[in-house]
């Protein structure tokens, strides 16, 4: 099992050398970030000071050793715009991404699975119809429209028609609380407010992966001679789905829950831009137009490391979840 | 001694959207305490769905026909409530399937899946209720039951695996046992191994078995009667060694036939010409007057099964040819 997480960590840290070159050589590609930052009024003098404290003047290699060295101290460079540590620009915002990613998955889960498992052993009732017909349209509505639409019901429509109909709020993380230097909404009654129409949007996609997948996984399940096994054995019925039939559903379904989180955390810029959710999505846009190299490739970094032990996670989570799984066989 | 099972006019159809399929359709037998009854009949030929039938275990679009009568034990089994069959199976009246890869739920422990049958018809603790499926484990010859407890199926070979389910089966003292072609999948020595603890269990304990399968041969070594089933319905009905030595139905005649042996080594096989006729499509009169070699006009109309010699029943007009 060591050897098996020790060998995972490794193939990590190869695949963040390939991607800070990747990155590195990609931005250094597209232009230069002093013309993007300092006004065009400035002299060619002053622009040259500029490069010189960036250390833009040296040749690109020169440049990626000199970054490689600081971050095997632990030091990724400050951002060109901020000033501030990189490191400490993206941590400062990672939380909120990685709360309202939590939330949505936590949120479709809730209800993208019993909707699944329902659809999945009563295939032909009209709930199962609509569950699945509602699931295409979860599939396809982009994510910005669903963001929008859901501010001008639940943050303008419904609270100026109906009297007393609570207000959700449309931007921002609301009140939050520190846990261990963590800001995290989720703690407060406020926070919790904000977090719900965002969490939403996001949740809807994926809920509805969540029931097909779930109700096609069912539909395989079932006939299954040991279903028909559990049945012979007098088990309630309550039993042989939340038992027999659940804990195989479950196998792909984490697969699933672990790809969807990551993309969600890496990918959720539409949605936080829609809420202005104070998230490190859109942090990386803006770093990526003004060239804001050390931003994007300690963004990438982090993604990297992230995506890594996610997978690790899933992969132990299966590992728990169908015996059949042996770590150890594939480490060797 | 009265029976343990007694089977009346049973009719399970399939309602699909091609037509009724009448898979079971008049089917009647008894099982005494203690004795073992063979099921002999192709792929589709109900074997399979009667063995369902009586554990109320018949998915829609199948379903137990108006008319139809299961008694065991003097109750009852097409009036009674769902939860009522659901205490019966299990405890009473326990199955074993054909492929032991499949019958055990691949991501739970043995333990969990032995427990929770203990569980699901008496109230016990989890520690007496492992201690009974520890006793079932050693009962069906499985060597150190507390390590094997603790696996999961994938661990087992297909013959332990068909023991945990024979185990599981009697982990209530059953008063009847449906085995669904247990051994079809397995080796021929460890077939011979399961028939054998199959029979000593129903000697010992005075469990009736129905023993469901396609192969005569197993059958002939194990069973005290053997019904023959063609097209839904019993053809032949009678004790073994009637049944083998003396059939009276032709298709009992060929299925015996074409069993090879030391005598057919060099001719040809036998067979039964033709195929199985489709359950949607059910000729009327005798459903197997197109392949039978004696087929007379009168076939055109149904036979019933009729008592030919003492205890021994077939359905044909021409038994006694």
């Known amino acids: 099992m060591i050897v098996y997480i020790v060998r995972r960590l490794m193939q990590a840290a190869l695949v963040m ?66 000033g501030q540590p990189a490191m400490g620009l993206i941590f ?23 909707m699944g498992v329902y659809a999945g052993l009563r295939p032909s009732t009209p709930g199962s119809k609509a569950i699945m017909t509602g699931s295409i349209l979860g599939f396809s509505l982009p994510n910005f429209w669903v963001g929008l639409m859901l501010i001008m019901v639940f ?74 096994f559990a049945r012979a054995k007098g088990l309630s019925e309550r039993r042989i789905v939340g038992v027999h039939v659940l804990k195989n559903i479950m196998i792909p379904i984490a697969t699933v829950s672990g790809l969807e ?16 959710w104070p998230g490190v999505g859109k942090l990386l ?20 490391f992230f995506f890594v032990v996610l997978n690790l996670v899933v992969d132990l989570l299966y590992s728990v979840l169908d015996p059949r799984v042996r770590l150890e066989s594939r480490a060797t | 001694m009265s029976a343990t099972l007694s089977v009346r006019n049973l009719r399970t159809h399939f309602f699909t959207k091609e037509g009724v399929a009448k898979a079971v359709d008049g089917v009647d037998f008894d099982v005494a305490p203690g004795e073992i009854l063979g099921l002999v009949g192709e792929s589709g030929s109900g074997k399979t769905v009667t063995g369902f039938s009586i554990l109320g275990l018949i998915d829609p679009p199948g379903r137990i026909v108006e008319g139809s009568s299961i008694r065991f034990n003097g109750e009852e089994l097409t009036a009674a409530s769902p939860e009522r069959l659901r205490a ?136 005290d009667r053997i019904a023959v089933m063609y097209a839904g319905r019993i053809v032949e009905l009678g004790r073994t060694a009637d049944v083998i030595e003396r059939p009276m139905h032709p298709y009992t005649k060929g299925l015996i036939g ?39 006009d009168k076939c055109n109309e149904m036979p019933a099964l009729e008592e030919h010699r003492p205890g021994h029943w077939a359905r044909c007009w021409r038994a006694a040819a």
């Open chain 1, 17 to 82: 050398v390939v991607m800070s070159i990747l990155v590195f050589v990609g931005i250094y590609l597209i232009g230069d970030p002093v013309l993007m930052m300092i006004s065009p009024d400035a002299s060619e003098l002053e622009r040259e000071a500029v490069r010189r404290a960036l250390h833009l003047d040296l040749p690109m290699w020169r440049q990626y050793l000199l970054f490689v060295n600081d971050a095997l101290h632990g030091n990724f460079g400050r951002s060109f715009l901020a």
């Open chain 1, 92 to 114: 400062e915002r990672f939380p909120a991404t990685l709360e309202l990613a939590f939330a949505s998955l936590v949120m479709s889960l809730a209800i993208g699975l019993p």
């Open chain 1, 155 to 228: 943050a303008v429509m419904l609270p100026d028609l109906i009297p007393g109909w609570p207000r959700l709020p449309a931007s921002g993380r609301g009140a939050t609380v520190d846990v261990l230097g963590v800001p995290l909404s989720f703690l407060t009654l406020d926070g919790l407010r904000h977090l719900l129409l965002p969490a939403i949007t996001l949740s809807l996609y994926k809920g509805a992966l969540i029931v097909r997948l779930a109700r096609a996984t069912a539909r395989e399940v079932l006939p299954m001679d040991y279903v028909k």
């Open chain 1, 261 to 276: 989180f990551g993309q969600t955390v890496a990918f959720a810029v539409v949605t936080e831009t829609v809420f202005s």
């Open chain 1, 285 to 304: 846009i803006d770093s990526i137009l003004l060239l804001d190299r050390p931003v994007v490739v300690a963004y990438l970094v982090i993604i990297v």
């Open chain 2, 88 to 223: 019966i199976r299990g405890a009473a009246i326990a199955m074993i399937f054909q492929d032991p890869m499949m019958t055990l739920n691949p991501v739970l422990r043995v333990d969990t899946q032995m427990i929770e049958t203990v569980q699901a018809h008496v109230k016990v603790s989890a520690a007496e209720a492992r201690d009974r499926a520890r006793k079932a484990l050693v009962q069906v010859g499985i060597p150190s039951p507390d390590e094997r407890l603790r696996a999961y199926p994938h661990q087992f070979s297909g013959g332990m695996r068909q023991r945990v389910a024979i185990a599981i089966a009697l982990l209530h003292k059953p008063k009847l046992i449906v085995a669904d072609e247990p051994t079809t999948a397995l080796d021929v020595t460890i077939q011979g191994q399961i028939l054998f603890e199959a029979q000593r269990l129903c000697r010992e304990s005075g469990t009736a078995m129905i023993w469901v399968t396609h192969d005569l041969a197993v059958v002939a070594g194990l069973a």
């Open chain 2, 258 to 296: 074409s069993v090879p042996s030391q005598n057919t080594r060099g001719h040809r096989l036998a067979q039964i010409p033709g195929m199985t006729p489709s359950l949607l499509r059910l000729p009327a009169g005798c459903a197997f007057k197109a392949r039978c070699p004696i087929a007379v």
